[in-house]
């Protein structure tokens, strides 16, 4: 069974950091492509940032670029979302989602596996 698994998640002053793990089981996920959403309450799901699951063409949404970064470790089949200079405004329900064959797009309709999600919280 194919799955995607979030953690790392929790609350932290704003300007502080996280990292997010999304660890994948069930594949092999190197050719896949990689997205970062979240979902604030009240919000619609927005686009975080994406990559193929081997890296090399990242794209990150305007609000986070310079702040977030994607990295992988390809032995743990697990890909991060390093994020710094954490905002309030960034407190949400972040989610992995993975697809085959439609690259690193920023809808989130073009993935169809999805993780469970795991909560950020950033306190002003």
Do not use: H
């Amino acid at each position: 069974q194919v799955q995607l698994v979030e953690s790392g998640g929790g609350l932290v002053q704003a300007g502080g950091s996280l990292r997010l793990s999304c660890a994948a089981s069930g594949r092999t996920f190197s050719a896949y492509y990689v997205g970062w959403f979240r979902q604030a309450p009240g919000k619609e799901r927005e686009f975080v940032a994406a990559d193929r699951w081997s890296g090399g063409i990242t794209v990150y949404a305007d609000s986070v670029k310079g702040r977030f970064t994607m990295s992988r470790d390809n032995a743990k089949n697990t890909v991060y979302l390093q994020m710094n200079s954490l905002e309030p405004e960034d407190t949400a329900l972040y989610y992995c989602a993975a697809n085959a064959f439609v690259g690193p797009s920023q809808r989130s309709t073009a993935y169809n596996i999805w993780g469970q999600g795991t909560q950020v919280t950033v306190s002003s």
